[in-house]
């Protein structure tokens, strides 16, 4: 990644945090800027092992504490047991419906409210999305199935 291409991605992350308010900690723009450069998900041991080429010391606590913080506001989505991507676009408080390949592991999260919502009437208007949670759907992307 060329140093622009970080700038940006360090901007990005730092505007994401304005938007919510969010106090802006080094750890904090470093967790998002390096979800936010992945394909697809990020462990925490994984998102640990590339926090570490940024900090010398990472605390496993810290990260976990941090990446809490950042799913409740939205900018984060744990797509399973400690896997997380982030939020593809500007987190509004709005149902998240992410696709998630199994064989590529690339996500994609769907941006149109009304298909979201056409989605929710066919499942006969249960809503799963209190607490902010992303429905998933997982299977194989037509580049994959080629």
Same mark, same amino acid.
């Given at each position: ?31 998002? %800027? +390096? ?36 799913? +409740? ?12 991507? %982030?939020?593809?676009?500007? %987190? ?51 580049? %994959?199935?080629?």
């Amino acid at each position: 990644m060329t140093n622009q291409e970080r700038m940006k991605l360090v901007e990005k992350a730092e505007r994401l945090m304005d938007k919510h308010s969010m106090r802006k900690t080094p750890l904090k723009r470093e967790i998002v %800027c +390096a979800l936010m450069s992945e394909k697809g998900p990020l462990s925490q041991g994984e998102l640990i092992q590339t926090l570490g080429t940024v900090f010398e010391n990472v605390d496993r606590v810290s990260v976990y504490r941090n990446l809490n913080l950042l799913k +409740a506001a939205g900018l984060v989505h744990e797509v399973d047991v400690n896997s997380y991507v %982030c939020c593809s676009h500007e %987190c509004e408080a709005h149902p998240h419906l992410l696709f998630f390949c199994l064989k590529c592991h690339r996500h994609q999260e769907v941006k149109d409210h009304q298909k979201i919502d056409t989605l929710m009437s066919a499942l006969g208007g249960f809503r799963f999305f209190g607490d902010n949670q992303p429905l998933f759907l997982r299977g194989i992307c037509t580049s %994959c199935a080629v």
